[in-house]
């Protein structure tokens, strides 16, 4: 009989664990791009950001979400879904009105050592008038207001998911959500491949938010915990089933700390 309530205890901490570690992934996620949205108004300027990552990312994205509609799951996670492709679509806008608007300023400039400038340089001035209160914040008390705000969001992603349904039991493996899964994870693999390249070839990391990329880590790590805890009936076909997001997480963690030690490598050249 005791052997049985505590077997029933860890089953139930096991859930509510891997409930908690989902939320605090959501959390991460769902205020992933802020910092770096903030750090390009700052610049004015996206010229540190890889366009071919974003792109990469948001068909990620796009996969992610097609495996959802394929995999039938709650609308909670559907919105969700739509929410990234939103959020890495406006960050995408963003890289290219920079752009645009270097161009255009590098059209109208006459004098010969501007116009000797590229593009890539961005041909921009950081102003005071685009400082906002993040910009006033130092690092530590950007990283205690980004904490705070996913400590909000991982709590209304616990209530979420403990609320979410889903008609597919957690030991099927369904063919098509799973193919979508598997090219998702690719993409989101190779997707940082591009950014590193960009900062090896500048030597710099100046422009980038390294908030982002923590974040990035903290929710991939929470997000393969939760699904490597969960204590599900057929353990092996539910693993079997994860495989493509397991990959996709755990790989893209291993290339976050890859572009976190750059920041180090190259932080003489940077200020962040």
Do not use: M
């Given at each position: 009989m005791l052997g049985v309530q505590l077997s029933e205890t860890i089953f139930k901490f096991l859930v509510d664990f891997s409930s908690f570690l989902g939320a605090l992934s959501l959390g991460c996620w769902v205020v992933l791009l802020i910092p770096q949205l903030l750090?390009?108004?700052?610049?004015?300027?996206?010229?540190?950001?890889?366009?071919?990552?974003?792109?990469?990312?948001?068909?990620?994205?796009?996969?992610?979400?097609?495996?959802?509609?394929?995999?039938?799951?709650?609308?909670?996670?559907?919105?969700?879904?739509?929410y990234?492709?939103?959020?890495?679509?406006?960050?995408?806008?963003?890289?290219y009105y920079y752009r645009w608007k270097a161009f255009r300023k590098?059209?109208?400039?006459?004098?010969?050592?501007?116009?000797?400038?590229?593009l890539e340089e961005g041909l921009h001035e950081p102003l005071d008038e685009n400082l906002i209160w993040w910009d006033r914040l130092s690092l530590r008390g950007q990283f205690g207001c980004m904490a705070c705000v996913v400590l909000i969001t991982t709590f209304i992603g616990n209530v979420l998911i403990n609320n979410a349904t889903s008609d597919n039991s957690d030991d099927q493996v369904?063919?098509?959500?799973?193919?979508?899964?598997?090219?998702?994870?690719?993409?989101?693999?190779?997707?940082r491949f591009p950014q590193i390249i960009k900062n090896y070839k500048s030597k710099s990391t100046d422009g980038l938010s390294i908030i982002f990329f923590i974040l990035s880590m903290l929710g991939n790590t929470a997000y393969t915990l939760s699904i490597l805890v969960y204590p599900a009936s057929d353990y092996m076909n539910y693993f079997r089933t994860n495989i493509p997001w397991i990959f996709g997480a755990f790989s893209t963690i291993f290339l976050d700390l890859f572009i976190f030690y750059q920041f180090l490598l190259y932080r003489h050249h940077s200020h962040f």
């Open positions: 750090e390009n108004y700052k610049n004015q300027s996206s010229d540190s950001i890889s366009p071919l990552f974003l792109i990469l990312w948001l068909v990620g994205d796009v996969f992610n979400i097609i495996g959802s509609v394929w995999g039938n799951v709650s609308s909670t996670v559907l919105v969700l879904a739509v990234y492709i939103g959020a890495d679509f406006v960050l995408l806008l963003q890289v590098s059209r109208q400039e006459h004098e010969p050592l501007l116009q000797s400038r590229s369904n063919k098509w959500p799973f193919i979508a899964g598997c090219i998702s994870s690719i993409l989101y693999f190779f997707a």
